[in-house]
């Protein structure tokens, strides 16, 4: 920003910030590990990556690009290799999904060192830099992202590297800078390709704006896309050498790939504005990846949603107050293009997909970085002169007012513990209560049990015109969910959505399956309206309710380990 490292510090200056640097990584790591060991939840809010564990096993089983998943062209490579890597070292032997999440607490380790060496170049403070980490660390979904085994972490740290770079670096660009970005920023987006979004438009406008001849400023933006280019079109050739697929249009679905456009995680709608301020909000305090938005109710939900909109309205004052005041200096000027930039684009691209998801929402919030570190300054930058009573007082107010979001955070997390254990053992009762080979799952959809039956067990998601007689099926576990259908349909209306779901219950039931409906079914109508507000138009989950009481009745069968009833679903008798 405004605040580089001197030009005369010593090499010896550097190699020690460098140490410095690298033990923050090294004991943020470890204090993430400990706590995600102390957790034994590596589940929280998503299980996203428990249900990604199934396919990065499989790579290692049987390493190959024919297995290539453009949405996602690194990640089940790479976390495959560094799985087996743990495998060997004897790390939760067996447990994919728990090595996914000591990979992610790594990650958090390398991202806290990133933090830190920027603002410490930046600023020149150690204590201010080591606050500055600290409350980013802690900050909501950081701290949940780095606990638990969600897909997100390793791409998400490499762009906050890369938006870092590029806040220092990019109102005086060279050729070397801008291709140290861009190749850092793409092995980001191939990691997640949904990255690329918020971000590149911000860089490449950043790019155009710094100081230069006009040549230069359409040269530059040109030589991040060529320099950027280049991880992708080596894994195109690799592709390309196995036989999987031909070299251009693996280069253009890398490219594009389209992930979640013209399904029903697409869409804008007003609910997804209110869900992208309480994710926001979230993101600070609370960790929560919140299913529908009620900002106002008297609960704890509520309360964070409004002490994180407090802090987040601090930090952009303090943060457009320093701009303000050094709107003349270049690299104020690129830094708030940089993330103004990602923050603006970012919640529009979010505002179609799913606002509220953490690995969404986290690098839209880069900008709280150096909006941290102003603040870690006004805290903990030494003055002229000792301060008098009672200002002498007033900083360790301000201290423990500004880690207390971090202590609330931490006991969030904790609060969840030991959920892994139960979950397991609840995914274990249902396959002892209910045969697997004659059984199908009734399930709404973003139930966490259903990946951890499909892990424990092998899933498949049960269509009409395929499933086998339950006397000829094999023993795996067997679902399917209200939203489904409205997710891969979104232009069917609502009779024509639960006339599907009824066609799918009545071919289990016709081919000598009992249906298990999970607890959303005998769950409040309002939840169950509430959990489909960003995947399906007004009317769909009430039509679907009104279809199963109409033509079916529920009788409860069973309570698992975690106290959620489970109903056997059956016809009700035709009138006569």
């Known amino acids: 920003m405004d605040g580089h490292a001197a030009t005369g510090t010593s090499v010896a200056a550097r190699r020690r910030q460098w140490r410095e640097t690298a033990a923050i990584g090294v004991v943020t790591a470890a204090l993430?590990?400990?706590?995600?060991?102390?957790?034994?939840?590596?589940?929280?809010?998503?299980?996203?990556?428990?249900?990604?564990?199934?396919?990065?096993?499989r790579w290692i089983a049987d390493p190959s690009w024919q297995r290539i998943d453009y949405a996602n062209v690194l990640y089940f490579p790479v976390q495959a290799a560094c799985c087996y890597l743990l495998e060997k070292l004897g790390v939760f032997p067996g447990q994919v999904w728990r090595q996914i999440a000591v990979l992610n607490a790594l990650s958090g380790g390398i991202g806290a060192a990133a933090v830190y060496m920027f603002a410490l170049r930046w600023l020149h403070l150690r204590a201010v830099a080591v606050l500055t980490a600290v409350l980013y660390v802690c900050s909501g979904f950081y701290l949940l992202l780095s606990v638990i085994n969600e897909d997100i972490m390793p791409g998400a740290i490499l762009v906050l590297i890369a938006t870092l770079l590029a806040c220092a670096w990019f109102a005086q660009p060279t050729p070397r800078r801008i291709a140290v970005v861009a190749v850092a920023f793409a092995f980001a987006w191939l990691w997640e390709w949904r990255l690329m979004f918020p971000t590149l438009p911000a860089m490449l406008l950043a790019l155009f704006v710094a100081r230069g001849t006009w040549r230069q400023r359409v040269v530059r933006p040109v030589w991040f896309i060529a320099a950027m280019s280049?991880?992708?079109?080596?894994?195109?050739?690799?592709?390309?050498?196995?036989?999987?697929?031909?070299?251009?249009?693996?280069?253009?679905?890398?490219?594009?790939?389209?992930?979640?456009?013209?399904?029903?995680?697409?869409?804008?709608?007003?609910?997804?504005?209110?869900?992208?301020?309480?994710?926001?909000?979230?993101?600070?305090v609370g960790a929560a990846n919140l299913a529908s938005w009620d900002a106002w109710r008297p609960d704890a939900t509520g309360y964070e949603i409004m002490a994180g909109t407090l802090i987040l309205l601090i930090l952009a004052a303090s943060s457009c107050a320093h701009a303000w005041r050094r709107r003349h200096d270049p690299s104020v000027v690129n830094a708030m293009i940089v993330l103004?930039?990602?923050?603006?684009?970012?919640?529009?691209?979010?505002?179609?997909?799913?606002?509220?998801?953490?690995?969404?929402?986290?690098?839209?919030?880069?900008?709280?970085?150096?909006?941290?570190?102003?603040?870690?300054?006004?805290?903990?930058?030494?003055?002229?002169?000792?301060?008098?009573?009672?200002?002498?007082?007033?900083?360790?107010?301000?201290?423990?007012?500004?880690?207390?979001?971090?202590?609330?955070?931490?006991?969030?997390?904790?609060?969840?513990?030991?959920?892994?254990?139960?979950?397991?053992?609840?995914?274990?009762?249902?396959?002892?209560?209910?045969?697997?080979?004659?059984?199908?799952?009734?399930?709404?959809?973003?139930?966490?049990?259903?990946?951890?039956?499909?892990?424990?067990?092998?899933?498949?998601?049960?269509?009409?015109?395929?499933?086998?007689?339950?006397?000829?099926?094999?023993?795996?576990?067997?679902?399917?969910?209200?939203?489904?259908?409205?997710?891969?349909?979104?232009?069917w209306t609502q009779d024509q959505i639960a006339t599907a779901m009824r066609r799918r219950i009545d071919a289990a039931l016709d081919r000598g399956?009992?249906?298990?409906?999970?607890?959303?079914?005998?769950?409040?109508?309002?939840?169950?309206?509430?959990?489909?507000?960003?995947?399906?138009?007004?009317?769909?989950?009430?039509?679907?309710?009104?279809?199963?009481?109409?033509?079916?009745?529920?009788?409860?069968?069973?309570?698992?380990?975690?106290?959620?009833?489970?109903?056997?679903?059956l016809r009700r008798a035709a009138p006569p």
């Open 32 to 57: 993430l590990l400990t706590f995600q060991l102390y957790l034994r939840n590596v589940d929280i809010a998503t299980t996203n990556g428990l249900s990604k564990s199934i396919d990065v096993g």
């Open 513 to 569: 399956y009992q249906v298990v409906a999970g607890p959303a079914y005998v769950g409040a109508e309002a939840d169950w309206v509430n959990s489909f507000v960003t995947i399906a138009r007004p009317g769909v989950p009430e039509a679907i309710r009104a279809m199963l009481a109409e033509n079916y009745h529920l009788t409860p069968a069973f309570t698992s380990a975690n106290g959620e009833t489970y109903s056997l679903l």
């Open 340 to 491: 103004g930039g990602t923050l603006m684009a970012g919640m529009v691209f979010n505002l179609y997909s799913q606002p509220q998801d953490p690995q969404m929402v986290m690098n839209v919030m880069l900008w709280t970085v150096p909006a941290w570190a102003i603040v870690a300054y006004a805290i903990a930058a030494p003055r002229p002169a000792p301060p008098r009573w009672p200002m002498a007082m007033l900083r360790p107010v301000l201290v423990t007012i500004v880690l207390a979001p971090a202590a609330y955070n931490i006991s969030v997390l904790a609060a969840q513990r030991g959920a892994d254990v139960i979950w397991e053992a609840a995914a274990t009762g249902l396959a002892a209560r209910f045969d697997p080979a004659r059984t199908v799952f009734l399930y709404q959809g973003f139930e966490g049990i259903i990946t951890w039956q499909s892990v424990m067990l092998g899933g498949e998601y049960v269509e009409a015109d395929t499933l086998p007689a339950a006397s000829a099926a094999r023993r795996t576990f067997k679902y399917l969910d209200a939203t489904s259908p409205t997710i891969q349909h979104p232009d």
């Open 230 to 284: 280049v991880v992708p079109a080596v894994i195109a050739g690799a592709v390309r050498l196995t036989g999987t697929a031909g070299m251009h249009p693996t280069l253009v679905r890398i490219f594009w790939a389209g992930k979640g456009v013209g399904t029903g995680w697409g869409g804008f709608s007003w609910q997804k504005v209110r869900l992208a301020w309480a994710g926001a909000a979230e993101s600070i």
